[in-house]
């Protein structure tokens, strides 16, 4: 036992740790590779729907986005409202998760008129929004943050509301201060639960963006998606939903790095 134990704890050599990597990569992408292959098959042999674009047909269409600049501008668009919505959002939902989450008094204050304002459907806002503040980025970046800072905001007061009572009362006993409690015992105690919101927001900001692309821009994924719907220019819109995947995808995997960046001091992320 001890042997093995020995064996075990050897550093794990460069070629041991890229095959690791290799071996991740391929479980990650399985799925996706595999209904790539599906598609490249039905294409093949004249399976596919007449309504869903090649692979050759799409390769073809992005091609010709990049070389005219199409692809890149809309990108650019759509992340800078994404993210503006996001960093909207979050930040106040991140502040008042805080406050409720330390404070009885502005737990009983905002309490109500947050979950009043949850309980509406984002589509249900949206007329209203349009209405105050156009059909311009201002619309667009509010029915984000409003998207986006429920998730931030009701688990960063959990994650606050979780602390363990014996670690408050060792704070205590230390003398701590309310400011080095906070950063010393409550904050990292509650930044799983945070984390967690924020990759929820993250994966609600592109799923609202598409509403709020759809329904009323003149750039973005979303409108570029929107427009080719009514030439039935199938490889746009398959591009266009693409896109989406990739910037999803991308984005939570930033997010589950920088997750294990923040909490490599907890024995659990350090897988």
Do not use: C
Not at 152 to 159: A, W
Not at 168 to 186: A, N, P
Not at 241 to 259: C, H, K, P
Request: glycine content about 8%; hydrophobic content about 50%.
């Amino acid at each position: 036992m001890a042997k093995e134990a020995a064996i075990q704890s050897l550093p794990v050599g460069k070629g041991s740790l890229w095959k690791k990597y290799l071996a991740d990569w391929s479980l990650i992408w399985s799925v996706p590779l595999f209904l790539l292959a599906l598609w490249i098959y039905f294409a093949q042999t004249n399976q596919l729907n007449q309504l869903f674009p090649k692979p050759e047909e799409l390769i073809t269409t992005t091609i010709r986005f990049i070389k005219d600049g199409t692809l890149a501008a809309n990108l650019q668009i759509s992340a800078a409202r994404a993210f503006g919505g996001l960093a909207i959002g979050g930040s106040i939902g991140f502040v008042l998760g805080i406050a409720t989450g330390l404070y009885r008094r502005a737990d009983q204050i905002l309490n109500t008129p947050i979950q009043m304002i949850k309980s509406v459907p984002r589509l249900a806002i949206l007329p209203l929004i349009l209405v105050w503040f156009g059909i311009g980025e201002t619309s667009k970046i509010i029915l984000i943050a409003l998207s986006t800072f429920f998730p931030i905001y009701l688990n960063t007061f959990h994650g606050i509301r979780s602390i363990e009572a014996g670690l408050l009362e060792m704070g205590h006993i230390y003398g701590l201060t309310r400011w080095e409690m906070f950063k010393d015992i409550i904050f990292p105690g509650a930044l799983p639960s945070v984390m967690i919101g924020f990759r929820q927001s993250l994966g609600g900001t592109w799923l609202i963006l598409i509403v709020a692309e759809t329904v009323a821009a003149k750039s973005g994924i979303g409108y570029m998606a929107t427009n080719a719907r009514e030439y039935m220019m199938m490889d746009v819109i398959v591009l266009s939903m693409i896109m989406y995947a990739l910037l999803g995808s991308i984005s939570d995997l930033l997010a589950v790095q920088l997750t294990k960046q923040l909490l490599r001091w907890n024995p659990n992320y350090r897988r």
